[in-house]
């Protein structure tokens, strides 16, 4: 993952870093990230290019073919007009949530080219934009709206402070949305709420972390948990990664119990 | 306000016509509305134009000076980058809400030139900064963050379906946000829940539909309600109009019962 430093301005804290080797370190890639965010609300703001070249920022609707958003809009619109006139755009997505602080909130570029559907994608693109968007059914059929693919070539991806990287276009189109991310926060809140001695166990044997005292869980993936692990050397971040990937919520309990399990016997 | 036709696919829906004038058919200006959504968050996307010419949407904080949005971004952000060499750039806000259908949601798109702050403007682009996104205390003073005050030269505000329009921006920046809308829920909610027979006399008497046989209040802002009418014709739209305008919401309830008994008595 491409990292850079802020410039600092001398009163950075600082953190504990591991002391033994975090087990399973896997994290979603940034392919698969940007997928999940994607897939996770049918919302975005549409950056296009006005008749005299100024960028236009406007609120939009989309669906999904694969990776690529499926959109449609009127012509009575600028955004509309601009996109008859010239393909490039891009696409921010944000990803629903209720962090008190938005910046800390998971969010996609999606930049390319937008393209009228021909062919049996005509057929296809309409079905993906109303599978995602019910309410287009009024509207879809005006002569004034039209579907527009939009092929992406080129992924940037902000998971939130720190996390952030570039996925290729083909890794993009490759990748597969989170099966457990966007569905697991009951899971995380039971398992701080009645399993947190199970978590710092996990935390000591797998996380990195021999000397954790308490660790709380702030997110599930289909590769592992996110968590925030407190020692003497103070507060710190790291990963309990399950033994194989998961694929579906459904496997989080088996998933936990058997790390549980195994923290308690090593 | 500016309106267009739909090209018609054949089966457009019908609604009843008012058969009495609207006593007081005020509304929010478009310049009013876009400042009530400007000022109702703190989040919003930005489209900037990349090296290539391409343009860039991302997902950014803002805070305000007046109308003008001050945004705090990095240059290690491809934004941040963007900003620094072309000044070119629009911001696209969403207001809350809880639509089921996401185009019923209020948006603006703010069109202008970044600028850096310089003398007074220095302290006080920083402040509308804070005071908006407490969280920027942490960042903002990193010496890869920089300050930008958003010149708005154009504006264009979506109320939801069919309603929307331009405002110039020294209307903009003359107009104040209201005061009403943006905390009328539970009042609203109260309105439709005990005084629904209140709304339906207010309708009939002053909305311009005296065969209304319900009516449900669907927003409430500085200068009236926002009513669903009901008659044996069909079911419309209208609004209900307080004698004079209200200066925050502890005076819905008085503006709403003058009407109530005016409406009784007529």
């Known amino acids: 993952m491409a990292t850079l430093d802020h410039g600092d ?11 033994a080797p975090v087990t399973r370190p896997r994290r979603p890639s940034a392919a698969e990230e940007a997928r999940t965010v994607a897939a996770s609300t049918n919302t975005a703001t549409l950056a296009s290019l006005s008749a005299d070249g100024h960028p236009w920022a406007s609120y939009v609707t989309y669906g999904l073919m ?32 209720e962090n008190s602080d938005p910046l800390a909130s998971g969010r996609i570029t999606l930049a390319g080219t937008v393209l009228r559907p021909s062919g049996s994608d005509i057929d296809a693109a309409r079905a993906a934009h109303l599978a995602a968007v019910p309410a287009a059914r009024y509207y879809i059929d005006y002569s004034d709206f039209t579907v527009w693919i939009l092929s992406v070539d080129r992924v940037r991806w902000v998971g939130g402070y720190g996390r952030m990287d570039s996925a290729t276009a083909a890794d993009y189109a490759a990748a597969v949305p989170d099966p457990v991310r966007p569905v697991s926060g009951p899971a995380v809140e039971h398992l701080n709420t009645d399993h947190a001695d199970a978590l710092t166990a996990m935390t000591a044997a ?4 021999p000397d954790a ?4 869980c702030t997110g599930a993936d289909r590769y592992g948990l996110d968590i ?5 050397r103070g507060v710190s971040y790291t990963r309990v990664g399950y033994l194989s990937p998961l694929a579906s919520l459904d496997d989080l309990r088996a ?12």
């Open 66 to 97: 694969g990776g690529n958003p499926v959109l449609c809009v009127s012509h009575m619109a600028e955004h509309g007009r601009n996109l008859a006139a010239d393909p490039r755009v891009s696409l921010s997505v944000v990803a629903p949530g």
């Open 206 to 209: 797998f996380g990195g972390f």
């Open 213 to 216: 005292t308490s660790a709380a």
């Open 9 to 19: 301005p001398g009163d950075a804290p600082s953190m504990p870093t591991p002391t």
């Open 228 to 232: 925030t692990v407190t020692t003497p």
């Open 255 to 266: 998933a936990t119990i058997e790390l549980t399990r195994n923290a308690r016997r090593s």
